[in-house]
């Protein structure tokens, strides 16, 4: 497991000090000087991806990309996990594909149904490596995120809806990539740790169905679940998002390939 490179302090959030010289007897009177300049909003560095609102517009998974016209076309559909391993993706195929995702959290499948064609746009895709799980799985109460509330889909009505994004992907002529929901650990806030085993149990069979590959996270990640996820939480830190960023970049490789194979 890899660790995140750019950890320079025992105390995160801190800045390093240092004592300042006394002040002199006398002090100067102070001299204020204004400078006219525009102001520009700075873009996040994609090393601080982690710590921006994956539903930040200003979160470096949603920049826009550039084709160049000799590279396939990949698209990411995904929730807030997918956001967190789009840079990584997008930087490891850098000179392979034209890398983009959804403009949003693509949420659950019934908000999946709603904005598909939106997200497909009119230009050809290559290939598509989608995800839906994680917020077909949320328990609420009140509008608030609850494990006594209410499951907001059941696994038959997951599973038709998932079905109905299936059928309108396959139209696209893309190639079509399945990603299994990742794991939900104890004290994760409005969700049941199993439910998403439930959910892939379901989108595994039905992607066996119609011949669609599987990008498998959930087996993937599990093993470094005590290093890559944060505690009591489905998101991950960023070097788990690393480590699912570069499972997703090979499949999407092997994905592009003539004569593929997972």
Same mark, same amino acid.
């Given at each position: ?24 007897? =006398? ?23 982690? =710590? ?55 949420? !659950? ?26 917020? !077909?799985?949320?328990?609420?109460? !009140?509008?608030?995120?609850?494990? =006594? ?59 066996? =169905? ?5 990008? !498998? ?46």
């Amino acid at each position: 497991f890899d660790v995140p490179e750019d950890v320079t302090t025992d105390r995160p959030g801190q800045m390093n000090c240092f004592r300042c010289p006394e002040p002199p007897d =006398s002090v100067p009177e102070p001299i204020v000087l204004f400078f006219s300049c525009p102001i520009r909003h700075a873009l996040p560095s994609p090393h601080t991806m982690n =710590s921006i609102s994956a539903d930040d517009p200003l979160h470096p998974a949603y920049l826009p990309t550039e084709d160049r016209p000799d590279l396939p076309r990949v698209l990411l559909i995904g929730d807030s996990i997918s956001i967190g391993y789009t840079v990584p993706v997008r930087e490891i195929l850098k000179g392979t594909a034209n890398l983009h995702r959804v403009p949003e959290n693509g949420r !659950d499948t019934e908000h999946g149904l709603k904005q598909l064609d939106a997200w497909l746009g009119e230009k050809p895709w290559n290939l598509i490596h989608f995800n839906f799980g994680l917020h !077909d799985i949320r328990h609420v109460k !009140d509008d608030r995120m609850d494990i =006594s509330g209410l499951r907001i889909r059941s696994a038959a009505e997951y599973g038709q809806n998932l079905t109905r994004i299936l059928d309108r992907l396959r139209r696209t002529g893309a190639r079509l990539v399945f990603a299994t929901t990742t794991p939900v650990p104890d004290g994760a806030d409005g969700r049941r740790p199993g439910d998403e085993i439930e959910c892939n149990a379901i989108a595994i069979d039905l992607m066996a =169905s119609a011949g669609v590959p599987i990008n !498998d996270l959930h087996a993937f990640i599990t093993p470094y679940l005590a290093e890559a996820q944060n505690p009591r939480n489905v998101h991950f830190n960023e070097a788990g998002s690393r480590l699912l960023g570069r499972k997703v970049a090979r499949i999407i490789v092997r994905a592009l390939r003539p004569n593929p194979s997972l």
